[in-house]
């Protein structure tokens, strides 16, 4: 099981708000800036959000990030076909002395 | 453009050793932190190795402590993971990931390679 938890699965409609979640604890989503990347079928991760909520170049601002205590969410709206994907959230851990991820969560666009 | 490209998986026996390479090009190496990033057959994402910049700064997973050592070499803008005592659990795509640490640190994984096949199997 991941140090992360996330949802398995998650699903909307074209247009829709969708949000995916990401639980952990004080050594890490507590203390550290929690990042957000994007796997496509069959291609590597892209990173979609990092410190404290920013985008890369190319990523549209759709995609939103939030953290509160130690939980973290990603919000994706005006939802697309091609944002159907795997979503993974990661972070720092002080306690393991590592970078760690969630489960990750697939989305469906219905 | 930032480019990331591994080579070095394929199919080993239990207990055999296999290097891996990243080749970096597009971007000033030293100034990237660099990571290792694995994913087994239909599962999610595993950190595995840490680099800073300099070389200087090393971490792992507990996961492949003692089996993996990360390097990396500056003049030729590569990484390395040099993995011993495989097991059938290695088995996973193998990435490469940098991390901007100079002038400003993502602390995020801001490009990824496309990954090497690692199999461990008799």
């Known amino acids: 099981q991941s140090v992360l938890t996330q949802p398995p699965s998650a699903s909307g409609t074209p247009g829709q708000r969708v949000t995916i979640s990401c639980s952990g604890s004080?050594?890490?989503?507590?203390?550290?800036?929690v990042n957000w990347y994007q796997q496509l079928p069959g291609m590597a991760p892209k990173l979609l959000i990092y410190?404290?909520?920013q985008r890369p170049s190319g990523v549209p601002d759709r995609f939103s990030g939030s953290k509160s205590g130690t939980s973290a969410s990603l919000a994706i709206s005006g939802l697309q076909s091609e944002d159907e994907a795997d979503y993974y959230c990661?972070?720092?851990?002080?306690?393991?002395?590592?970078?760690?991820f969630g489960g990750g969560t697939k989305l469906t666009v219905l | 453009e930032v480019h990331l490209v591994e080579s070095g998986g394929g199919l080993i026996q239990p207990g055999g050793s296999l290097r891996l390479s990243c080749a970096a090009s597009?971007?000033?190496?030293?100034?990237?932190?660099m990571n290792w990033v694995r994913q087994a057959p239909g599962k999610g994402l595993e950190w595995v190795s840490y680099?800073?910049?300099?070389?200087?700064?090393?971490h792992y997973s507990d996961s492949v402590k003692g089996r993996f050592t990360i390097s990396r070499d500056n003049a030729r803008n590569s990484l390395y993971l040099q993995m011993n005592s495989l097991r059938a659990e290695d088995t996973a795509i193998y990435y490469c990931?940098?991390?901007?640490?100079?002038?400003?640190?993502?602390?995020?994984?801001?490009?990824w390679g496309q990954g090497t096949l690692v199999t461990v199997s008799s």
């Open positions: 990931a940098s991390s901007q640490a100079v002038p400003a640190a993502t602390d995020a994984f801001d490009y």
């Open positions: 597009g971007f000033t190496f030293t100034d990237y932190e």
């Open positions: 680099i800073s910049g300099s070389g200087s700064n090393i």
């Open positions: 004080s050594s890490n989503i507590g203390g550290n800036t």
């Open positions: 410190r404290y909520g």
């Open positions: 990661a972070t720092w851990d002080d306690s393991l002395n590592g970078w760690v």
